[in-house]
């Protein structure tokens, strides 16, 4: 693919550095300055992307940005959303928070149509949990050949408060709202920062990858041309509950509030101030549930955005049929999981907090399926912790790949790859974390840009460090041309796809030794039963 500047030389011969974006790019609502990097690359940080969601805006789906006057710092990133237990707003995190980041090559133009990379970040639905990751390791290693757009979204009540108050007066379902209002930017303004918008992977981790999910089975699989492929980690099936099964949270929140004697909860819950509606913003049980979930607040089944369970919706084909890749960590369940575990009833009180339809007789199965491991023995932690954590683990997160990936398959999506993430840090292997959930997104950005939380063997002269520009030129080959492999690095082996004739099969990535492994017959038949039941679990 053509840089910026080779491509307008091939196309008329013109001198390019008078084409070049410039650090200050102006929309028709506002005009933003951002800042060249040095190294190749320019960001804007704290771009809008939609309204404030204040006043009657809260509880109501984005609308478009306002017209600004004036040019606007793009120098520093916008507040995060506020989250569940998060306390009240502060300078770096409010209401007002519906802001992008955009990392492009210096030398990009108006018409260089680069491939683009939205990323929607993780959270459990509850908080913004990979806010401001810096896109530059992935723009350099492409060869200075992709931009990277990523995201704030509203969570916890501001994004998934339901009820029928919420149905007949406002919008269900606001965070998913928000990242396709953000997509939509995309196809509207993204050329002006050099990229194609019709040259776009949706890209997400945990609550991220759970949003390429419903994005991808949107209002019934609709395709509205905002994404062109898709590339999902640790996608997460949480139960999705209809707005009455919902009720629940907003009548609680409108008792803790005070708002039950207003003629209009609804209109109390939008004129409390932030502050005041942070501290009663906290996770209770799910009816039927004897302790509260890790995420209270998450998707609605409301049969307009959300139109059908997951499992069913990739069942029938109601998706976007679009190249995708799905995978999962080694151990996705022990960050989760509660560590003091020591019996059965201490285990299955945690799953019936997380899917409170779980039967007593899919208990019984559950606990067949995940025995205790009395050969594992980690500091600080009960028998069963590790039990507890393989079943949560496969349930939510890693089955659900394996599901997708074998749907595609035999639906005949054959530009489709899955992985595991076995990349073992010496640090959480001996504490017993293991390869944890979504600790690849540090390999795919960079350690030195996800915020300071990367495992130490993750650096360049860490025992791990090989494995980031590995799996860094997977990611930015699928990026530019939907195939993982064209791209990829010198010596790394062909990551096969996924098919009917190859079922079952990915990557297994592992420092100095990622080759393609098969999915162990012991895992696809656990995996089996929980797709079995996920539709009465309300995944």
């Given amino acids: 693919m053509y840089t910026g500047s080779s491509y307008l030389l091939a196309l008329a011969g013109l001198c390019t550095l ?49 017209k600004t006057n004036g040019t606007q710092d793009a120098s520093t990133p916008g507040p995060i959303c506020l989250g569940t237990g998060s306390g009240p707003p502060t300078n770096t995190s409010q209401e007002d928070c519906l ?54 979204y509203r969570v916890g009540p501001y994004g998934f408060l339901a009820g ?8 269900t379902n606001n965070g998913l709202r928000d990242q396709r209002q953000a997509l939509h930017w995309v196809q509207q303004y993204i050329s002006y920062f050099g990229g194609d918008p019709n040259h776009v992977t949706l890209g997400g981790d945990s609550a991220g990858a759970q949003s390429v999910n419903l ?16 590339a ?32 209009d909860t609804l209109a109390c819950l939008r004129g409390l101030t932030a502050t005041q509606l942070q501290q009663q913003n906290f996770n209770t049980p799910f009816p039927g549930a004897q302790q509260a979930p890790l995420y209270m607040y998450g998707p609605t089944l409301d049969f307009d955005f959300i139109t059908d369970y997951t499992y069913r919706a990739y069942e029938q084909g109601a998706y976007v049929r679009v190249p995708a890749i799905a995978g999962d960590d080694t151990n996705e369940g022990t960050v989760f999981a509660p560590r003091t575990a020591s019996n059965y009833s201490e285990s299955d009180t945690f799953i019936k907090a997380q899917f409170p339809a779980i039967s007593l007789g899919q208990l019984k199965i559950w606990n067949e399926l995940y025995p205790v491991e009395d050969t594992l023995s980690f500091p600080n932690s ?118 009917a004739d ?38």
Avoid at 19 to 44: C, F, H, I, R
Avoid at 164 to 171: A, M, V
Avoid at 384 to 399: I, L
């Fill in 382 to 499: 009960g028998r069963y912790w590790r039990q507890v954590s393989d079943g949560y683990g496969e349930m939510r997160y890693t089955c659900p790949g394996i599901f997708i990936s074998s749907v595609f398959a035999n639906q005949s999506l054959n530009e489709n790859w899955n992985y595991r993430w076995n990349v073992i840090d010496p640090q959480s292997n001996a504490n017993g974390l293991g390869v944890s959930h979504t600790v690849e997104v540090n390999a795919i950005w960079g350690p030195n840009n996800t915020g300071g939380g990367a495992p130490a063997s993750y650096y360049p002269n860490g025992v791990n460090g090989a494995i980031v520009p590995v799996i860094q030129s997977y990611w930015t080959s699928f990026i530019r041309c939907y195939n993982p492999n064209t791209h990829r690095a010198y010596g790394a082996p062909e990551w096969q796809a996924w098919t």
């Fill in 18 to 66: 008078s084409l070049a974006v410039q650090p200050t790019v102006n929309l028709d609502y506002a005009s933003y300055k951002g800042v060249p990097l040095g190294n190749g690359v320019t960001q804007w940080l704290g771009v809008r992307f939609a309204a404030p969601p204040l006043d009657d805006l809260r509880f109501r789906a984005p609308q478009p940005p306002v």
């Fill in 232 to 263: 999902a980690e640790s996608q997460s099936f949480s139960a999705l509950r209809t707005v009455p099964e919902n009720q629940f949270a907003y009548d609680n929140l409108v008792i803790r509030t005070g708002c039950v004697n207003s003629a």
């Fill in 164 to 171: 029928q108050e919420i149905f007949d007066n406002g919008n």
């Fill in 502 to 539: 190859n079922e079952f099969q990915r990557l297994m990535f592992q420092t100095n030794n990622t080759h393609m492994e098969a999915v162990p017959a012991d895992q696809q038949a656990r995996c089996a039963y929980l797709a079995s039941i996920g539709i009465s679990l309300e995944q």
């Fill in 99 to 152: 802001y992008l980041s955009i990392f492009a090559p210096t030398n990009t133009t108006r018409f260089s149509k680069l491939p683009v990379f939205f990323f929607i970040q993780g959270g459990g639905f509850n908080t913004n949990s990979n806010p401001n990751l810096n896109g530059t390791d992935l723009v350099t290693t492409s060869g200075l050949n992709i931009i990277t757009v990523a995201i704030n």
């Fill in 215 to 230: 994005q991808v089975t949107a209002y019934n699989g609709r395709n509205d041309n905002l994404f062109h492929a898709t």
